[in-house]
């Protein structure tokens, strides 16, 4: 029972690097999303996907791009890291979206340092 | 304008108090609110939800919703050293429904 799984757990980047965040949820949930933490200013959505074929942006889209490659799975590209960047990433899955009761579930997170 | 606001912290109290938590939201529109726990270096876990105004007790957690005053609180009676964790309060709100966090209140309970 892995729930929600993401991968790298860590990964340092140089600036201007591009590399992919993946995830994947096994709880058959229809949407998924990726925050980034920074200290102090709590989790904000960067990305999200309602169902299947979705995706939708966030808070702080920029610098960002999402694939929502079936139900499974959800992976988050920095396209050229930049050192803002530098943060805490989590996915996260909940089985719908838009309605009372939306629990999320997040993964481990990963920790991403661009120098 | 931040939707989300808690206090920061750090809010210490003495193993086996009760422990006090408030969050605040802007958007009356919010339907339901969340409690999740995040112990350093781990992911969030929800703790309690709430939608009704009153209070939601689940254990050692009671959870506390005033709508016309847009104020919800956490209460953490018997607080152990375990409880020892940043609290995010979340928000149901915004037209698309998002949850949106306040940026969590460390706690520590001191034996």
Redesign the interface.
Known sequence: NAGVTQTPKFQVLKTGQSMTLQCAQDMNHNSMYW?RQDP??????IY?S?SEGTT?K?EVPNGYNVSRLNKREFSLRLESAAPSQTSVY?CASSEA?????????????SWLTVV | QKEVEQNSGPLSVPEGAIASLNCTYSDRGSQSFFWYRQYSGKSPELIMFIYSNGDKEDGRFTAQLNKASQYVSLLIRDSQPSDSATYLCAVNSGSARQLTFGSGTQLTVLP
């Open positions: 925050y102090g200013m709590g989790l904000r959505l999200y309602a939708d966030g989590f979206t838009g309605t009372a009761g939306n629990t999320i579930y997040f993964g481990e997170g």
